[in-house]
């Protein structure tokens, strides 16, 4: 349940779909392949904001994607933008690293419209599970 003190954020204009993860329901806009770009540049927190064509790797997963591939679920009080592999493993928008990106590197990214950046780092791959 959102915090009180939290604002809930507007939907984009979009009709979901509900698909699972772990049991658990998520709601996932169902975006036409015309309006990806504008839906990226409204949700993508850092500068520059890739091209769609563009890969990126999926830390969680711990591999590359198209960004054109992206998904859009609702939160409980916003909209987030996730990595295609999102109801495998969870990776979200902050877990999206350049092309090339191998676990155990660092990287620092400037943060839209701010005068700060944020740096992200890589433990290596995480454990399985069996």
């Known amino acids: 349940m959102p915090n009180k003190q939290e604002p809930i954020l507007p939907r984009l204009p979009f009709p979901t779909r509900t698909t699972g993860q772990g049991g658990k329901p998520v709601e996932e806009y169902?975006?036409?392949?015309?309006e990806k770009a504008w839906v990226l540049d409204g949700l993508y927190p850092f500068e520059p904001v890739p091209g769609l064509e563009e890969l990126m790797f999926d830390l969680h997963e711990e591999?590359?994607?198209?960004?054109?591939?992206?998904?859009?679920?609702?939160?409980?009080?916003?909209?987030?933008?996730?990595?295609p592999y999102y109801l495998e493993s969870g990776g979200t928008v902050l877990d999206w690293m350049p092309a090339g990106f191998r676990p155990g590197e660092t990287l620092t990214r400037q943060v839209r419209g701010e005068s700060y950046s944020i740096v992200?780092?890589?433990?290596?791959?995480?454990?399985?599970?069996?």
Do not use: A, N, Y
Request: aromatic share 6%; with cysteine.
């Open 30 to 34: 169902v975006i036409p392949e015309e």
């Open 63 to 83: 591999k590359e994607f198209r960004v054109g591939d992206f998904r859009v679920v609702r939160g409980e009080v916003m909209d987030l933008l996730v990595s």
């Open 120 to 130: 992200t780092v890589s433990l290596g791959p995480r454990q399985k599970c069996h």
